[in-house]
Every structure is written in structure tokens, then in C-alpha cells.
């Protein structure tokens, strides 16, 4: 086995400094006093360690924090159920059932990976406002829910289950719903996991359905709440910070414990929500 | 038997319903939520409809397009885009690249150095736009503090049109590289040991190796990543709103921002808006379809 050289390295080093840098730098600053954030010396690390930002951010008027992490954690958990289910019904039809109209349904399904949500979002938004859905979380979990990638991801996945175990099951007189959920979905176990952690992520960073769907301060998730955030004078950066560095810990969270499947979900399809 | 045989049509009937019913929640919320707005917008776009008065409007037919093409702050918003994409993806390409060929190499605590080059990929574009913004923005930011270290004078970064511009270019390289490295990475591992262990047989320089294994055997990653690259900095918007607002003077608005206020905050216009949106969604299919042709190509 070769070994890496030194250059290689210092490069690989550079690069942690570059990529964690910027994160490290704004967690510690999300820590430090108002004298510190604003001062013309500013240090790396707090000198002096306060959690004033965190219960500033907590007690703001008008800013209800809690209410905003509870929104997106409603939004994500529900979205990602709903993907699941739907997406693996629709990935397993597809996968291993002939039937008139599936290329096409395919094709449809395919064609909109290349329609960003950014060009139609304001018929979107129309559609929204005629079924009631404005200013309603359902308008970010359900319409998210029905992802072109996660259909595919299903799909491919699926289609290695063999076809002798279905058949097998049909001559046992098992209903198809119970071959769905008996054998199709725990044998798909590991493309879930894929889908799932994915659509908990972009659910949780989403920014352009709820900025469409939701205008009643009270919906707001997270990431509209810290992105229409202002202050009394110009931005108010001590509550920004603190809550931008409470919006990264259930992703840093998913992301020690789910890395693997990251890794293998962005190897498998470019995973775009 | 007659009996038996009907029930037997009766089962094929129902099996071939079944494949529709496992299809039918997902294609509900598709049609609903993207197909149909699709449709509404390409309509839409044909009229006079504002946000005010959604159930009045006629049609106008090819006015706001005929409008769009002298429409000034659009076009500087559109070209202001192309810029982005021409400059942001060629340098996230050959980033991602790289690292992806760094990352390959015998290190030890590799997988440190991947999570680490990953992590940002979860972030939040909001956050990706607050960090950048806290470090390069703002006379007492830490890159004003650097600098004044290397003896330059502080300065008002983000009232520097320049300045703001590749602050975006930054972020969205930074935010987005180690995404298409794992992707690079993947396909870098497929490549056969063999094809180089002959190489070095030959005597083939590391140039040679890059240019005539590495390289022609990363085609489908590479076009993969430039589609992917292209569409998603053609729909730049949530990275700019808190890095630098699409100021100053609007050189950091891009398209969808553009598209975003004209409907629902400056001019109510959502006919005016929804033709913006075909013109970029024609962009971006244009590109992509070039990318696809240009990589084609270049079969073997």
C-alpha cells in the first residue's frame, strides 16, 4: 500500500481549516458578549464565555423561538413520513409492475428533476390560496412530500427485490398491501433510511415554500424566521447568531449518527430535494 | 369452470389496478403541487393578473414577454445570473474534483477529512449566507481585522459591488464542493487498478495517467455534475438574503430574487413575474441539453 505524501497533507489540513473554519468561527461568536462581537480586535474564541445571546434570542418581543423549532421539527417529521410512504408505494409500482403508461409516468416524473420549485412558485401560490393551504404548515409537508428523486431512489432500489418472493407471496393468497408492507418495505430498509434523512434535511434548511406558503409569524419555521429577522437598530446579529447556531444542531446531530447514508445517498442519484 | 374462469378475469382486472393505486397518492400531490403550476404559470404568463386582484385578469397575450426584453433591472438580473453560472461552476467542477482526488489518496483518519469537507453540504443556505456574512461583512468582521493586519485599511465590504459579487461565489463554492466530491469520489473508486498498473508499465507520467485514464473515465460524474451545478446556481436566491440582501445596488440580484419581488413584494405583478419564469426555465433547459450534447459528443 502506498502512503500519502506530506504535501497531501498539509492540503487535506488547509482544506479542514477552510470548511470547518467558517462554522467553528460562528458557533464561538454565538458565545461571546456584545462588546466582543462589535469590538475591532475580534478573537477567534470568546474571551469572556456568556449565554446572554441564547436568552436574548429566547425573550425577544415578537420572536417566538420555541414555536419556530417546534414548526420545522412538525414540518420535517411529518414531510419525511409522508415521503416515505408515498414515494416507496410509487417507487415499488414502478419498479416491478407492467402496466400502460409507466415510461410515460416515468418520463413525467423524470422531466421534472429539471423544473426548479423556484419557477413555479408563484402559481404555486396561487394553487395554495384556492385550497385553503396558505399560511398552513400541511402547505410545507404534503406538496414537498412527492419528490421526483425519491421516487426514483425507490425505484432503483426496488427493483433488486426479486421476483419470486412477490410471486411466492401472491400463491399464498397474500393481499397486495400485505406483500407492500410484509415484504416490500423492510426489504427496502436501507433506501428509507436514504430518503429519509434526506428529506429531513431539506426539509429542515427549506427556505423557498415556506417564504411562498407561510406569511403569519406564528408558522414560520426556523430558517424564514432567521432569514426575515431584523432588528430595532439595523441587524441584530447577537439573536441571529445564537439561533443560527441552534438551527445546525439537529443536522449536525442526523449527520454524526447518519454519515454513511449521506455518503451513499449522494453517490446514488445526486439526491436534489 | 365458467365460474373459475370469471373469477380469474375478475383477479387479473384488479391486478392490473393495483400498480395504479400504489401510484395514486404520490401523482395526487404531483399534479396538484407541480404539474398543474406549471401549466397555471406558462398560462399566467400570458396575462395582466396582479396578486391584488388574482380572479380578475385578461389575457394579453405576448405583451409581458415583448416587455421583458426592455425591461432593464430583468435583464441585468438575468445576465447578472449567467455571469454566476459562468464563473461559479467551472470553479466548484474542478474544486470538487480535486478534493475528490485528494480525498482517494492512502490518508489516515480519511473519513475525518470527508465528514469534514461534507459538513457544510447540511447547512442551511440562511446559515451558509450568516456565516459569510458575519465574517466578510461589516467594518469589525474578521476579514476586516485580517486585513488591516496585512496593513491594508479597513473597509465597508459589502457596499463594494465586487466585493459582494464573489462573496456569493464564495459561498456557494464553499457551501456546495463537497457534495460533488463525493460524487467525483464514487467515481474516481470505480476506475480499474489495472488500467493504471499498466500505465506505469508503459512509463506514463502522472500528467498522462490524469489526461488519459482519470479524466475520459469520469465522463458520466462530469456531466452529471455540470447539469446539477448549472440548474441549482441558476436558482440562486435563499444564499444571497442574509449575505448581502442582492445589494449593493442590486449586483448580487439574481433571477429568481428578481422574479420573487416582482410578484409578491415590489410590483404585485404575478403575469409580469410568471413570463420571468419561463425565460429561466427555458435557460435552464437550453443549458442542460447543451451540457448533455456536449458530453455526448465526446464518446468513444
Redesign the interface.
Known amino acids: ?4 505524501s506530506i504535501y ?2 498539509i ?2 489540513i488547509i ?2 481549516l ?3 473554519g ?2 467553528i ?2 458557533i464561538s ?1 454565538s458565545f461571546k458578549t456584545n462588546n466582543e462581537l ?5 478573537t ?1 474564541f470568546p474571551r469572556s464565555f456568556t449565554l446572554k445571546n441564547y436568552l436574548e434570542a429566547i425573550q425577544r418581543d415578537e420572536y417566538y423561538i420555541f414555536r419556530y423549532i417546534a414548526n420545522s421539527f412538525i414540518v420535517a417529521v411529518s414531510s419525511t413520513f409522508l415521503a416515505i ?3 416507496t ?2 417507487g ?3 419498479a416491478k ?1 407492467k ?1 400502460k403508461g ?1 415510461t410515460f ?1 416515468m418520463m ?2 423524470l422531466s ?1 428533476i ?3 420549485l ?10 395554495l ?1 384556492t ?1 385553503g393551504m396558505y399560511n398552513s404548515l400541511l402547505a410545507l409537508i ?2 414537498a ?2 419528490t ?1 428523486t425519491g ?1 426514483f431512489l425507490m425505484r432503483q432500489y426496488l427493483v433488486t427485490i426479486p421476483d419470486d418472493l412477490l410471486e411466492s407471496a401472491r400463491i399464498d393468497g397474500a393481499s ?1 398491501w400485505k406483500i ?1 408492507t410484509r415484504i416490500v418495505v423492510p426489504n427496502a430498509k436501507p433506501a428509507i433510511a436514504t430518503l429519509a434523512i434526506f428529506s429531513f ?1 431539506w426539509r ?5 415554500w415556506p ?1 411562498i406558503a407561510i406569511s403569519d409569524k406564528t408558522k414560520y419555521t426556523l ?1 424564514l424566521a ?2 426575515n429577522m431584523t432588528g430595532e437598530f439595523g441587524t441584530d ?1 447577537s439573536s ?2 445564537a439561533t ?1 447556531a441552534i ?2 444542531i439537529p ?2 446531530i ?2 454524526l449518527v447518519f ?1 454513511k447514508q ?2 451513499q445517498g ?2 446514488n442519484s ?1 439526491m ?1 430535494g | 369452470m365458467e365460474n373459475k374462469q370469471q373469477s380469474l378475469k375478475a383477479y387479473k382486472m384488479k391486478q392490473k389496478l393495483i400498480p395504479y393505486l400504489f401510484l395514486a397518492p404520490n401523482l395526487l400531490i404531483f399534479s396538484i403541487f407541480i404539474i398543474l403550476p406549471a401549466i397555471i404559470g406558462l398560462y399566467y404568463s400570458f396575462t395582466n393578473v396582479d396578486l391584488l386582484h388574482m380572479d380578475e385578469f385578461s389575457f394579453i397575450g405576448l405583451q409581458n414577454y415583448i416587455r421583458l426584453l426592455s425591461d432593464k433591472e430583468f435583464l441585468a438580473a438575468l445576465w447578472n445570473t449567467i455571469k454566476l453560472v459562468v464563473v461559479t461552476v467551472p470553479i466548484i467542477f474542478v474544486s470538487a474534483m480535486a478534493v475528490a482526488m485528494l480525498i482517494i489518496q492512502p490518508l489516515r483518519a480519511k473519513g475525518f477529512f470527508r465528514a469534514t469537507y461534507y459538513w457544510p453540504v447540511m447547512i442551511s443556505a440562511i446559515v451558509v449566507g450568516i456565516i459569510w456574512n458575519w465574517i466578510l461583512g461589516g467594518q469589525f468582521s474578521l476579514f476586516n481585522t485580517l486585513i488591516t493586519q496585512l496593513g491594508f485599511a479597513r473597509s465597508d465590504t459589502f457596499n463594494n459591488p465586487n466585493f459582494a459579487w464573489w462573496s456569493i461565489v464564495l459561498a456557494i463554492v464553499w457551501s456546495r464542493t463537497g457534495y460533488y466530491m463525493i460524487i467525483f469520489m464514487a467515481a474516481l473508486l470505480s476506475i480499474p487498478e489495472s488500467l493504471y498498473e499498466a500505465a506505469d508499465m508503459d512509463g506514463a507520467s502522472k500528467t498522462q495517467k490524469f489526461m488519459f485514464i482519470t479524466y475520459p473515465s469520469l465522463r458520466a460524474a462530469r456531466l452529471m455534475v455540470f447539469i446539477l451545478v448549472t440548474m441549482e446556481v441558476f436558482k440562486t436566491y435563499p444564499i444571497v438574503v442574509r449575505l448581502t440582501g442582492g445589494g449593493p445596488m442590486n449586483t448580487t440580484t439574481y433571477t429568481v430574487q428578481y422574479i420573487y419581488e416582482t410578484a409578491f413584494t415590489n410590483q404585485y405583478a404575478v403575469g409580469y413575474a410568471s413570463a420571468m419564469s419561463m425565460i429561466l426555465l427555458l435557460f435552464v433547459t437550453v443549458l442542460t441539453a447543451f451540457n448533455f450534447f456536449l458530453n455526448k459528443g465526446g464518446t468513444d
Not at chain 1, 500500500?1 to 500519502?4: C, D, S
Not at chain 1, 462589535?38 to 475580534?42: D, L, Q, R, T, V
Request: glycine content about 2%; charged content about 10%; proline content about 7%.
Open positions: 500500500m502506498k502512503k500519502a497531501q497533507y492540503f487535506a482544506l479542514v477552510f470548511f470547518l467558517p462554522v468561527y460562528i461568536s462589535f469590538s475591532a480586535m475580534p477567534f410512504v408515498i414515494n408505494m410509487a415499488y409500482a414502478l409492475f402496466f409507466a409516468i413525467v416524473i421534472t429539471m423544473l426548479p423556484e419557477v413555479i412558485m408563484v402559481p404555486i401560490f396561487s394553487v390560496r385550497l404534503i406538496p412530500a412527492a421526483p421516487i397486495e407492500f434535511m429542515w434548511n427549506d427556505y423557498i417564504l430558517q432567521i432569514a446579529y441571529i447568531l443560527s438551527s445546525m443536522m449536525l442526523v449527520f454519515q449521506f455518503i449522494t453517490v445526486g436534489k
